[in-house]
């Protein structure tokens, strides 16, 4: 009866054990995929970082170099215009 008892506890525990390694191995594979996206997650707004500073540099350039030769370029046409 101790034995019976015993093979009872045992096989119970089995089959927890087996149930549990079902649900973390399948969880595992969520988890692996939620880890992936996670990462290109990280690099996309890596990208769009680098992309955004590329932007403001341009958008300096433009600002400093670009607007004032062409602001020059236009009062000298209209000092040729008004001569």
């Known amino acids: 009866s101790a034995r019976q ?3 009872k506890a045992d096989a119970a525990l ?3 054990i087996d149930i549990l390694k079902l649900a973390f191995g399948g969880s ?5 995929h939620v ?3 996670i990462l290109a997650l990280q690099e996309a707004f ?3 970082h680098i992309s955004t500073c590329e932007v ?3 958008i300096t350039e433009v600002e ?3 607007i004032p030769d062409l602001e020059e370029q ?3 046409i209209k000092n040729e215009i008004e001569r």
Do not use: P
């Not at 595992?28 to 692996?32: I, K, S, V, Y």
């Open 14 to 16: 089995r089959s927890e």
């Open 35 to 37: 880890k992936q996206e």
């Open 56 to 58: 403001g540099g341009m």
């Open 64 to 66: 400093t170099s670009v």
């Open 74 to 76: 236009l009062r000298e």
């Open 28 to 32: 595992a594979a969520f988890e692996h």
């Open 46 to 48: 890596e990208r769009a």
């Open 5 to 7: 008892d015993a093979r």
